[in-house]
């Protein structure tokens, strides 16, 4: 069985910055890739962004690019999210996922979530 479990969250005033951590159970962690997602009140989850096994690539949301960087230690079997120049409208409850092997696209395991919320 796979958790996930995200940590990192909190509030912050705009312009401010955080890092948000996944820790990931099991041994086979570097074989996958690994995405952040955010859902907001009343609104759908979306994507933030993604990285490959092993951190070759990575990919992001219009709304996040340049603004927040993932990366990930398959050491610490750990995937991270550093979130720059906050805005409040990245308030949201964020969550970590593992992305399937064979179908491209589904995120098989997700983390319970961690609350990020910014005060303009």
């Known amino acids: 069985q796979v958790q996930l479990v995200e940590s990192g969250g909190g509030l912050v005033q705009a312009g401010g910055s955080l890092r948000l951590s996944c820790a990931a159970s099991?041994?086979?962690?570097?074989?996958?890739?690994m995405g952040w997602f955010r859902q907001a009140p009343g609104k759908e989850r979306d994507f933030v962004a993604r990285?490959?096994?092993?951190?070759?690539?990575?990919y992001y949301a219009d709304s996040v690019k340049g603004r927040f960087t993932i990366s990930r230690d398959n050491a610490k079997n750990t995937v991270y999210l550093q979130m720059n120049n906050l805005k409040p409208e990245d308030t949201a409850v964020y969550y970590c996922?593992?992305?399937?092997?064979?179908?491209?696209?589904?995120?098989?395991?997700w983390g319970q979530g961690t609350q990020v919320t910014v005060s303009s």
């Open positions: 996922a593992r992305r399937s092997l064979f179908n491209d696209g589904v995120y098989e395991y």
């Open positions: 990285i490959s096994w092993n951190g070759g690539s990575t």
């Open positions: 099991g041994r086979t962690f570097s074989s996958y890739a």
